[in-house]
C-alpha cells in the first residue's frame, strides 16, 4: 500500500480514463501518481535521428499534460511522469516492482475492433509484482461511472488540436451511490490478499463489499442415481459452503467493521457469476496465483474471463498458491 500508484499512459482515450482512476486511487492512498509512457526506440534505418527526437519528444509532451490536468483536477496529488524507451510492457512490469499498485487501460492505440483486452494489460495483469487494475472503454449507450467505476471518467481523450483533456465527475459521482465492490472469494484456498485489498477498496469508497463465492455440485452428484437425492442434499452443500465463507471472512469483518458485506453464493460457474455482478459494480477484485519466476505467472481461467468481459475495472491481485 505504501508504494506510489503507477499509471500507463499512451494518450489513447483508455489509458487516459485508467490515468484519472489511478489519481483518485492515488489521492485516497495518500501516496504519489506515476504515470509512464513506454514505447520502444525507433530503428535508425527507419527513423534519422531528428526524428527518433520528435518521437520521444511527443511521449513527454502529452505525459507533461496529463500530470498537469490531473494536478490541477486533484489538488494535493503529487502527479510524475516519466517517459522510458523501451516496450510497454517490460517497463511496466519494472515499475510495478516498487509500485503499490499499477493501473492500465484494457487496450491502448493498438489492437482492433472488438477486442476486450490488449496483449500489454494481458501480460501486465499477468506477471506484476503489485495488484494492477485494468479500467474497461465504457460500452455504446451505457451511463459513464458504473462501467468505468470510482475515478474513471475522470479523464477524457483527445480535445481539438490533439490537446489532452480531463472530463467532469458528474457521471462517476452518478456511478458510485449505484455501485459496490465486487470480491471472487474461493473459501477453501488462500483468501488474505485478496480479502484485503477488497474490504480496503470498499472503505475507501464507503461502498458494500459484495463477496461472490461460487460453488459446484460434487462431480458424482449429476449422475443417474443420484438424482433422486439432489434437492435433499443440496440444501446441506449450501449450508457447508456458507460457513466456509463466514469463516474466511471473519478475521477482515473484525478489521473493517464499518465495510457493509453482502455473501453471495451462487450454484454456477465462478466467471458467469462475476461477470453478471459486475454490471452495477464501481470495483471487481480477483486472485492470481503468482511465482517467483516471472516465466511461471499466469492467469487462471476465471481471472482471464474476467479480464475479458467484465463490465467495471478489473484488480488482479497476486497471492502465494497457499
Given at each position: 500500500?505504501?508504494?506510489?500508484?503507477?499509471?500507463?499512459?499512451?494518450?489513447?482515450?483508455?489509458?487516459?480514463?485508467?490515468?484519472?482512476?489511478?489519481?483518485?486511487?492515488?489521492?485516497?492512498?495518500?501516496?504519489?501518481?506515476?504515470?509512464?509512457?513506454?514505447?520502444?526506440?525507433?530503428?535508425?534505418?527507419?527513423?534519422?535521428?531528428?526524428?527518433?527526437?520528435?518521437?520521444?519528444?511527443?511521449?513527454?509532451?502529452?505525459?507533461?499534460?496529463?500530470?498537469?490536468?490531473?494536478?490541477?483536477?486533484?489538488?494535493?496529488?503529487?502527479?510524475?511522469?516519466?517517459?522510458?524507451?523501451?516496450?510497454?510492457?517490460?517497463?511496466?512490469?519494472?515499475?510495478?516492482?516498487?509500485?503499490?499498485?499499477?493501473?492500465?487501460?484494457?487496450?491502448?492505440?493498438?489492437?482492433?475492433?472488438?477486442?476486450?483486452?490488449?496483449?500489454?494489460?494481458?501480460?501486465?495483469?499477468?506477471?506484476?509484482?503489485?495488484?494492477?487494475?485494468?479500467?474497461?472503454?465504457?460500452?455504446?449507450?451505457?451511463?459513464?461511472?458504473?462501467?468505468?467505476?470510482?475515478?474513471?471518467?475522470?479523464?477524457?481523450?483527445?480535445?481539438?488540436?490533439?490537446?489532452?483533456?480531463?472530463?467532469?465527475?458528474?457521471?462517476?459521482?452518478?456511478?458510485?451511490?449505484?455501485?459496490?465492490?465486487?470480491?471472487?472469494?474461493?473459501?477453501?484456498?488462500?483468501?488474505?490478499?485478496?480479502?484485503?485489498?477488497?474490504?480496503?477498496?470498499?472503505?475507501?469508497?464507503?461502498?458494500?463489499?459484495?463477496?461472490?463465492?461460487?460453488?459446484?455440485?460434487?462431480?458424482?452428484?449429476?449422475?443417474?442415481?443420484?438424482?433422486?437425492?439432489?434437492?435433499?442434499?443440496?440444501?446441506?452443500?449450501?449450508?457447508?459452503?456458507?460457513?466456509?465463507?463466514?469463516?474466511?471472512?471473519?478475521?477482515?469483518?473484525t478489521r473493517y467493521p464499518q465495510v457493509d458485506v453482502l455473501p453471495d453464493i451462487v450454484l454456477l460457474n465462478p466467471a458467469q457469476a462475476l461477470v453478471r455482478s459486475s454490471a452495477r459494480a464501481l470495483l471487481l477484485v480477483v486472485g492470481r496465483r503468482t511465482a517467483e519466476r516471472v516465466a511461471e505467472r499466469h492467469l487462471g481461467p476465471v481471472a482471464h474471463a474476467v479480464l475479458h468481459h467484465a463490465?467495471?475495472?478489473?484488480?488482479?491481485?497476486?497471492?502465494?498458491?497457499?
Amino acid at each position: 500500500m505504501s508504494g506510489p500508484v503507477v499509471a500507463g499512459v499512451d494518450g489513447s482515450e483508455r489509458s487516459l480514463a485508467a490515468a484519472g482512476w489511478a489519481a483518485r486511487e492515488a489521492l485516497d492512498r495518500a501516496v504519489p501518481l506515476l504515470l509512464l509512457h513506454a514505447s520502444p526506440p525507433l530503428p535508425p534505418r527507419i527513423s534519422p535521428v531528428p526524428g527518433a527526437d520528435a518521437w520521444e519528444h511527443v511521449g513527454e509532451q502529452m505525459i507533461r499534460q496529463t500530470a498537469t490536468d490531473l494536478a490541477g483536477r486533484h489538488p494535493g496529488l503529487e502527479v510524475t511522469g516519466e517517459h522510458v524507451a523501451a516496450p510497454a510492457d517490460e517497463a511496466l512490469l519494472t515499475a510495478a516492482r516498487t509500485a503499490g499498485l499499477m493501473v492500465v487501460g484494457t487496450r491502448g492505440w493498438g489492437g482492433f475492433d472488438g477486442l476486450a483486452v490488449g496483449s500489454v494489460a494481458l501480460r501486465v495483469a499477468t506477471a506484476a509484482d503489485c495488484p494492477v487494475v485494468t479500467v474497461p472503454e465504457r460500452r455504446a449507450g451505457e451511463a459513464p461511472g458504473v462501467a468505468e467505476a470510482a475515478g474513471a471518467g475522470e479523464a477524457g481523450g483527445a480535445g481539438e488540436a490533439g490537446e489532452v483533456g480531463v472530463a467532469d465527475e458528474t457521471g462517476e459521482e452518478a456511478g458510485e451511490e449505484a455501485g459496490e465492490v465486487v470480491a471472487a472469494l474461493d473459501a477453501h484456498g488462500r483468501v488474505a490478499e485478496t480479502a484485503d485489498f477488497a474490504f480496503r477498496a470498499a472503505l475507501a469508497r464507503e461502498a458494500r463489499l459484495r463477496v461472490v463465492h461460487a460453488w459446484a455440485l460434487p462431480a458424482a452428484a449429476p449422475s443417474a442415481w443420484m438424482i433422486g437425492v439432489l434437492e435433499e442434499d443440496r440444501a446441506m452443500w449450501e449450508d457447508q459452503e456458507g460457513q466456509a465463507v463466514s469463516d474466511a471472512l471473519r478475521p477482515w469483518r473484525t478489521r473493517y467493521p464499518q465495510v457493509d458485506v453482502l455473501p453471495d453464493i451462487v450454484l454456477l460457474n465462478p466467471a458467469q457469476a462475476l461477470v453478471r455482478s459486475s454490471a452495477r459494480a464501481l470495483l471487481l477484485v480477483v486472485g492470481r496465483r503468482t511465482a517467483e519466476r516471472v516465466a511461471e505467472r499466469h492467469l487462471g481461467p476465471v481471472a482471464h474471463a474476467v479480464l475479458h468481459h467484465a463490465r467495471c475495472p478489473v484488480a488482479v491481485v497476486p497471492h502465494p498458491p497457499r
